[in-house]
């Protein structure tokens, strides 16, 4: 049924602009096979969401896609280009038009809140002045609203401020695909809720596309446009969430119970 | 069965190591340069260590000269007080001590750190941010502590040496100027230069297995805590390794 | 921004003035080594070098002035000893300068010691060779001074013996019929008040020597800080000083003897005029006496020759300099 669903989904997606596409990728920790055969399209400006169970190869999917993992078999497709067969510095070219938003934020525990900022804009824009660097951090600041922060350290912020300064620092880049690897986990239900919020509010704000990884139903239900299901390294199900909830598939339905 | 399996993680441990050592010079030449990190570095892994190092080195000094008078003072080589604590501080005590300590204060620090950024992904955030994480983190700070342990053994042997004067004047009169003179006039190049290029290993090592244990650093907080102390346990043990090695080199090209 | 040039600042000054030490290190290690000083070279050949390997100090006069470069084998009695000499020492080091080998303290490095000669002569050049004197080893001056020792102790005991048979001996007052004997009597008596004299002032000079050298530096007193070596000496002086006592003492009984028989001679004793009558008893009490004279004698050359012993001599001449001068200075 799902292969059914996935070929006429890829049919009706051909003339859209799919701005990642992946295809056949296999991924395996010495015998533990993450991913087998994993196929996705993401159309531009849609939201997508891959569902899974812990331990199920989301992260190590998403890891893939950003190139910090290379999986053995399959090709990955993002703005044209084939991710594993880039070398470092086209890779780096590709990850300047791509925000990757952390599980646990991943902010430098050594720099101030600007200096993070500060951190992937001097790295991938080399020719930027001080001022343009200024703007653009106070502006990042302003979508997630903690301009006050701009001089503390991480430590001394909270978790849902973390995680918005992790966001401010993804979007600085002015990214157009951004992933998400389970944003609101570790976070209480409303703070998960303002995330989740903040990101529709970009995603509209600057036309990004979105790829959320969660298994937090109810970052489902507000954030997604399609669903993934991934099941045992495989793509099990495509759909909306309404779609899949209605699903007699006993794994899908598990998920939604 | 079981012993074969802790020789197999020896080995796989060490070869890793090896590996590891091999990608940081493979780095090291190629651009980009991290320089501005480089001196932070520096700055973070020499001039903030300066205080602990100097503390210990003089506590040494002194100690040693205390601890070595009676004997002098039997076999009636009272004067000669300077010259010995002068060689010992020099050739042996300095280097090791200042490394260990070394180790104690830095390998921890960059386990720690490398591991706990390992661990929440920071390392990670780092490639994806453009930025090659090996040149960054790891380049940065082996040629930092490469760098930064020779000047720290300098200035740990000159405060050593003044405690050692205090030491001797504890129970003597000695001048600054003659106490001086007889530590110098008792030390040869042979002494100081073996000294001063072991320290360049003892330090290329601190920083190397530092950073190694905290990269390589399992999930987890505990993977954090040990990779922290893995690190100076590993290269306090190579410290002595290589200066047993270090001996074994000046002897043979009779730098003794 | 500002923060991190402050940082730069201090980490320049870490790394500064770690390099300015090292820098400090190796120029006062070069300055040891005469590395950096240009030198020339002097020559000297010895029959044994004792151990005298390249790179121990040159001293003239006791001030360091170069190391040995090398030493060959030129036959089977002379060695020769090539010296590296700061140029400074061009115009000071003549061709008739005394080298000799000594020792750093008394278990130290070798050292070339050169010493100028107080006569005139050339001034030494480049590749000149230097007369040489053989030095006497630190264990030969202990064994000289353990010798002098032993002997000082046995002719003491050799006084006080026959002190004690003179005294104990009636036969003594046969004495009293040799004309030649009060002279005899008189004469040993002098010898010893010299013995005792000498010995006295001899003590006494070793403890001004012991003053000094706790006080001061020099050659001498470098050997005296060893604390064996100094214990030594006190043993040796100490010694001395207990044969001045004995030799004292033996001199006021001697004394007392040659009262008490003219004393009894004055008062016409019967008993002592009989024994003084029988001639072997004159003649052994001559023999003890001239034993006494053989013995104050040699402990009199034992003192000259103590004085004349190794590292003291320059010490008692320059006391016999002093005395000199003081006793020129109030006329």
């Known amino acids: 049924m799902t292969e059914v669903q996935q070929a006429t989904n890829k049919d009706q997606t051909m003339s859209i602009t799919s701005v990642l596409v992946i295809r056949h990728l296999y991924k395996s920790f010495g015998k533990n096979h993450v991913l087998i055969d994993f196929n996705l399209e993401v159309h531009k400006g849609e939201s997508v969401v891959i569902l899974g169970k812990s331990g199920s190869g989301k992260s190590v999917l998403i890891k893939c896609v950003i190139g910090l993992l290379k999986p053995d078999q399959g090709t990955i497709e993002m703005f044209g280009q084939n991710i594993p067969d880039l070398d470092h510095e086209e890779i780096d070219q590709v990850r300047a038009r791509v925000g990757f938003l952390f599980q646990s934020n991943a902010l430098y525990d050594s720099m101030t809140v600007r200096n993070n900022l500060e951190f992937p804009l001097r790295r991938h824009w080399i020719k930027v002045t001080q001022e343009e660097v200024n703007s653009m951090v106070i502006e990042a600041l302003e979508d997630v609203g903690l301009t006050h922060t701009i001089d503390m350290m991480p430590e001394e912020l909270s978790g849902g401020m973390r995680k918005r300064i992790a966001l401010a620092r993804t979007l600085i880049l002015r990214p157009e695909i951004i992933l998400y690897d389970e944003p609101t986990t570790g976070l209480d239900p409303i703070t998960a809720k303002e995330i989740i919020g903040l990101m529709r509010e970009i995603q509209a704000k600057y036309d990004t596309t979105s790829v959320i990884i969660s298994h937090d139903m109810n970052c489902i239900r507000t954030a997604s446009d399609r669903v993934i299901v991934l099941i045992d390294g495989k793509c099990h199900a495509i759909g909306t969430y309404e779609e899949l909830k209605q699903s007699d598939d006993p794994k899908v339905k598990h998920f939604f119970e | 069965m079981n012993r074969d399996l802790a020789s197999y993680k020896f080995l796989d441990d060490a070869g890793d190591l090896f590996r590891f050592t091999g990608r940081f010079f493979q780095q090291w030449f190629k651009p980009r340069y991290e320089i501005a990190e480089f001196i932070r570095q520096c700055y973070i892994v020499g001039y903030k260590s300066l205080p602990l190092i100097g503390l210990t080195a003089f506590i040494m000094g002194l100690v040693l000269t205390m601890q070595l008078r009676p004997s002098m003072l039997k076999y009636g080589v009272e004067f000669e007080l300077p010259a010995i604590v002068g060689i010992a501080i020099v050739r042996e005590i300095g280097p090791v001590i200042t490394a260990l300590i070394f180790a104690g204060k830095i390998g921890s620090s960059m386990g720690a750190e490398l591991g706990s950024m390992k661990v929440t992904e920071q390392i990670d955030a780092m490639e994806v941010s453009g930025t090659n994480p090996f040149k960054f983190l790891v380049v940065t700070r082996v040629m930092a502590t490469t760098f930064m342990l020779p000047v720290l053994l300098l200035l740990g042997d000159a405060i050593s040496l003044y405690g050692s004067y205090l030491g001797v004047n504890i129970r003597g009169d000695t001048s600054f100027t003659l106490f001086w003179m007889q530590v110098f006039k008792n030390l040869s190049f042979n002494d100081v230069l073996p000294a001063f290029v072991k320290s360049y290993f003892f330090g290329f090592a601190v920083g190397m297995i530092g950073c190694y244990m905290g990269y390589t650093s399992n999930k987890g907080t505990e993977g954090v805590g040990s990779s922290a102390n893995s690190a100076v346990v590993l290269s306090s043990i190579i410290i002595f390794f290589l200066d047993l090695l270090a001996v074994q080199i000046t002897d043979v090209l009779g730098f003794n | ?331």
């Not at chain 3, 070798?110 to 006569?119: F, G, L, R």
């Open chain 3, 1 to 331: 921004m500002e923060k991190q040039g402050i940082n730069n600042i201090k980490l320049g000054a870490f790394v500064l003035s770690g390099l300015g030490f090292l820098v400090l290190l190796l120029f006062m290690i070069g300055k040891n080594r005469s590395l950096f000083g240009s030198t020339y070279t002097l020559k000297a050949r010895f029959e044994n070098v004792q151990g005298l390997v390249p790179g121990n100090n040159i001293r003239f006069s006791g001030i360091e002035a170069g190391t040995v470069k090398n030493i060959i084998i030129l036959n089977d009695t002379t060695i020769e000893v090539t010296m590296n000499v700061e140029k400074k020492m061009l115009n000071i080091i003549r061709k008739n300068a005394l080298a000799s080998i000594g020792t750093e303290g008394l278990v130290g490095n070798k050292v070339v010691n050169i010493i100028a000669s107080h006569e005139e002569g050339e001034l030494a050049t480049e590749g000149d060779l230097l007369v040489t004197k053989q030095a006497l080893s630190p264990d030969e001056m202990l064994q000289k001074l353990n010798k002098t020792n032993e002997e000082i102790e046995l002719i003491t005991k050799e006084l006080m013996s026959t002190v004690q048979r003179i005294n104990s001996s009636s036969a003594i007052w046969s004495l009293l019929n040799d004309p030649s004997l009060p002279r005899n009597v008189k004469i040993s008596l002098g010898n010893i008040q010299l013995a005792t004299g000498k010995a006295a002032l001899a003590a006494e000079d070793f403890y001004t020597l012991i003053a000094d050298v706790k006080n001061g530096q020099g050659s001498v007193g470098r050997i005296l800080t060893d604390t064996s070596y100094a214990q030594n000496l006190k043993d040796a002086i100490l010694k001395i000083k207990e044969a001045g006592t004995e030799a004292d003492a033996v001199a006021r009984e001697l004394s007392n003897v040659v009262s008490g028989i003219q004393n009894d001679i004055n008062s016409g004793n019967g008993a002592i005029h009989s024994m003084l009558k029988d001639s072997t008893v004159t003649q052994s009490i001559n023999t003890s006496l001239e034993n006494i004279r053989q013995g104050t004698d040699r402990f009199n050359q034992n003192m000259e020759a103590l004085k004349h012993n190794f590292l003291f001599r320059g010490y008692f001449k320059k006391l016999e300099k002093q005395k000199k001068k003081e006793l020129v200075k109030p006329e």
